[in-house]
């Protein structure tokens, strides 16, 4: 049986507390380190796609819900610029989110806003015209000999108060015009920090930094008071922007939650994942790996904070992985590249217990930022995608209430192609890549070609344990068997039955057909379709 919500404590009632008789508002919600995105008072996966960062006109759009048609993403990211609707100071233009809206509505998909505002991509490229050419007013960070560096200072407080209130504007217009919720998140900024700066070194920033670490953060991070040198060493100056930036989008954040109450979150690009010196400068200030704790401390209103990945190497992608899901903060990855090889670490990613996940540059306006992402947006770079979401997008809610509620491991293929494993109660799970459906590969008897995906960067599996020995398993170029991770003398393990299938709107399982013979002599195997498996093991002794 599939365990209930109830099996974690979880009380969807209470969750779903709505805004209204009528429309709960999104939220985010945690238990136990488990978490859980609610939209309509249900658990809700997301399967999204980020557009470029310019189709957020009218005008693009035709270009962009071609591509989530054929992607079936369930959920929109795209910008919402500081500049365009505040190019007057004082004067505000809707016109573009309602547009987005109810095109939105009629796609019958929903819409996470990215506010470009003070800083994208660490640039005050999308602030108005009148903020950016008044430095008087709204200063930019200073280099330690005093020259001006391109970005904004998180010090000013004139910034701050101009971008929350374009912020607060842009959410109450929400309140107002999207009463159904097609908006169900919202990204703060957009890749705070600063690039080959670590900190502001303008006057009231030296006086800062040389002054103690806010008492607030001492507590939060059980140390011991101290100047920031003195409690952060050589991470001293990355801590100290990455407070001052955490507050400075906590504010922001605050303000708007309280017109509106959807869920918030800020972005991060990122550093080596091994390497937090590395990190520290990539860029400084950000929501790092290495800051999270910092970011935590600083910015309670935001819901979490979410790496964006672009790396190819799996170690290093699934490593990224795991400095984000954490008890205290749900994984998202809302941009991660659009090549085929991106495509497996959704797997992964569903392994971590992702709320969402979104590959970035998804529409056919024709630009490509290779060598992030894909060369090209071809139809199959798009299916290596869509295949993974054709299967999720029926069960996106029952997917979302299982993975909070029970055990749940993941893999993608790593650079060289060997087996994967992990271990859920008494099973040990073993996954190989470049398999063919039949058959070992330590035959010698009978002759075989290489499988055409042994070198290819594709592949992945991701399993839910429901039960002691039950188990939903779904994955796509992958070889996946169970095994006793311990098994005592005289003990193997034994495939009782193996279902494919899917989950009704109610989530009610419907079984397809059951896998035997062939289908599962060899493992269970899965080509570049993906399925939807159910699984009950035994124990022969």
Do not use: C
């Amino acid at each position: 049986m599939i365990r209930s919500m109830a099996a974690l404590g979880w009380s969807l009632t209470a969750l779903a507390a709505p805004a209204s008789a009528a429309q709960p508002l999104p939220q985010l919600v945690s238990k136990d380190g488990h978490h859980l995105l609610m939209v309509d008072g249900a658990p809700f996966l997301m399967l999204g796609a980020q557009a470029n960062n310019s189709s957020n006109y009218p005008a693009a759009l035709p270009k962009v819900w071609p591509v989530i048609r054929a992607l079936g993403a369930n959920t929109l990211e795209i910008p919402v610029a500081w500049e365009q609707i505040e190019p007057v100071e004082g004067k505000f233009d809707f016109s573009w989110v309602d547009t987005l809206i109810d095109q939105a509505r009629r796609e019958h998909v929903r819409i996470v806003p990215l506010w470009f505002g003070t800083w994208k991509n660490t640039s005050p490229n999308y602030a108005p015209s009148w903020v950016k050419m008044d430095n008087g007013r709204f200063p930019r960070m200073r280099t330690a000999e005093g020259k001006t560096h391109s970005v904004l200072s998180p010090h000013a407080r004139t910034t701050l108060e101009a971008d929350k209130k374009a912020f607060v504007a842009f959410i109450a217009h929400l309140k107002a015009v999207d009463p159904d919720n097609v908006v169900i998140m919202v990204q703060v900024e957009n890749e705070i920090g600063s690039y080959g700066l670590a900190r502001d070194h303008a006057p009231e920033a030296e006086r800062l930094f040389r002054g103690p670490v806010p008492a607030e953060l001492i507590r939060a991070l059980g140390k011991r008071p101290g100047t920031w040198s003195e409690v952060f060493g050589e991470f001293a100056e990355q801590a100290f922007a990455s407070w001052h930036m955490a507050r400075y989008a906590d504010e922001i954040a605050a303000a708007g939650k309280a017109v509106k109450a959807i869920p918030m979150y800020a972005n991060s690009a990122l550093g080596d994942p091994f390497n937090a010196k590395s990190a520290s400068t990539s860029p400084s200030g950000g929501p790092q790996w290495n800051m999270i704790d910092v970011w935590k401390a600083g910015a309670p209103h935001l819901d979490l904070v979410a790496p964006d990945i672009y790396n190819r190497d799996a170690r290093e992608f699934a490593a990224l992985l795991d400095h984000y899901a954490r008890p205290d903060n749900a994984l998202m990855v809302p941009e991660t590249g659009n090549s085929i090889d991106h495509a497996r670490f959704f797997w992964a990613a569903l392994g971590k217990g992702a709320i969402g996940y979104a590959p970035f540059g998804m529409d056919a306006t024709g630009y490509s930022n290779y060598p992030l992402g894909g060369r090209t947006l071809d139809p199959a770079t798009i299916e290596a995608f869509a295949s993974k979401y054709r299967l999720f997008a029926p069960i996106a809610r029952t997917w979302a209430r299982i993975a909070a509620s029970n055990p749940i491991w993941g893999s993608a293929k790593g650079a060289d192609g060997a087996a994967q494993s992990g271990t859920m109660g008494r099973w040990r799970i073993n996954v190989q890549y470049g398999q063919w459906q039949f058959g070992e590969s330590d035959w010698t008897w009978l002759k075989s070609d290489p499988n055409p995906a042994r070198d290819q960067p594709v592949g992945g599996v991701v399993v839910a344990q429901t039960g002691p020995d039950e188990f939903l398993v779904a994955g796509s170029d992958a070889r996946l068997r169970f095994g006793l991770d311990k098994p005592a003398a005289g003990e193997s393990a034994m495939m009782v039955r193996v279902e494919e299938g899917t989950f009704d709107e109610d989530g009610s399982w419907r079984m397809a057909r059951v896998w035997n013979g062939d289908q599962t002599d060899y493992g269970l195997n899965f080509t570049a379709e993906p399925v939807l498996l159910k699984v009950k093991m035994g124990v022969l002794k």
